[in-house]
């Protein structure tokens, strides 16, 4: 049973370009939600996904956008990096909108930015 | 705004004893809260919630009681075990919404010494 899988686990990249980070969710599991957490931080949530949509979105700006696939896998995408968006990018997948199952969590990209 | 705070960034005790972690929050619409564990280079693991509607819930050595009126949660683990190491997150959902954007605290880094 495979759990949540991110690729890659490592990227650095420079200011002002732009990066897609992907997941593939629990098997089972039809919804996608992305974190950013940084150093000392907890996770702070990004968006959701469902039914290829973005349902619910954190308080972050348009330069972070999303995609689900029918297969269910994600990708984030961040545009004109800044040095602050260096952080663990962590997905978490679950089953539905509205379920008592706890969401399950990758190990997460840890994006650098130079 | 941090809605959750976890305000002890550590703590170490003695394998055998109680590990009490203790998580606040100001928004009174959470209506589940949930404890997350992460250990390097993972994702955090699902540990244990609880609905607001309990002021209790028990899984074999964890235990997570909820003060309502105090808008505060602790995690109890007895005994602690060196393997329980690890940092811990609070978070919490304002489920009866079908808000899914979990806050989460800035967690404790636990230390159980053998």
């Known amino acids: 049973d495979a759990g949540v899988t991110q690729s890659p686990t490592h990227l650095i990249k420079t200011r002002g370009q732009q990066v897609t980070l992907r997941c593939s969710p629990k098997s089972g599991h039809d919804t996608v939600s992305w974190y950013q957490q940084a150093l000392g931080q907890g996770p702070q949530f990004i968006f959701q996904y469902y039914e290829e949509e973005e349902r619910q979105r954190g308080n972050f700006p348009d330069r972070f956008s999303g995609h689900q696939f029918p297969n269910y896998s994600s990708e984030l995408n961040v545009n004109a990096l800044l040095l602050g968006d260096s952080a663990l990018y962590l997905c978490?997948?679950?089953?539905?909108?509205?379920?008592?199952?706890?969401?399950?969590f990758g190990d997460g990209t840890r994006l650098s930015i130079l | 705004d941090q809605q959750v705070k976890q305000n002890s960034p550590s703590l170490s005790v003695q394998e055998g004893r109680i590990s009490i972690l203790n998580c606040d929050y100001t928004n009174s619409m959470f209506d589940y809260f949930l404890w997350y564990k992460k250990y390097p280079a993972e994702g955090p693991t699902f540990l244990i919630s609880?609905?607001?509607?309990?002021d209790k819930n028990e899984d074999g050595r964890f235990t997570v009681f909820l003060n309502k009126s105090a808008k505060h949660l602790s995690l109890h683990i007895v005994p602690s075990q060196p393997g329980d190491s690890a940092v811990y997150f609070c978070?919490?959902?304002?489920?009866?919404?079908?808000?899914?954007?979990?806050?989460f605290g800035a967690g404790t880094r636990l230390t159980v010494k053998p």
């Open positions: 609880i609905s607001s509607i309990k």
């Open positions: 978490a997948s679950s089953l539905g909108l509205n379920t008592n199952q706890p969401q399950h």
């Open positions: 978070a919490a959902l304002t489920r009866r919404y079908n808000n899914n954007d979990m806050r």
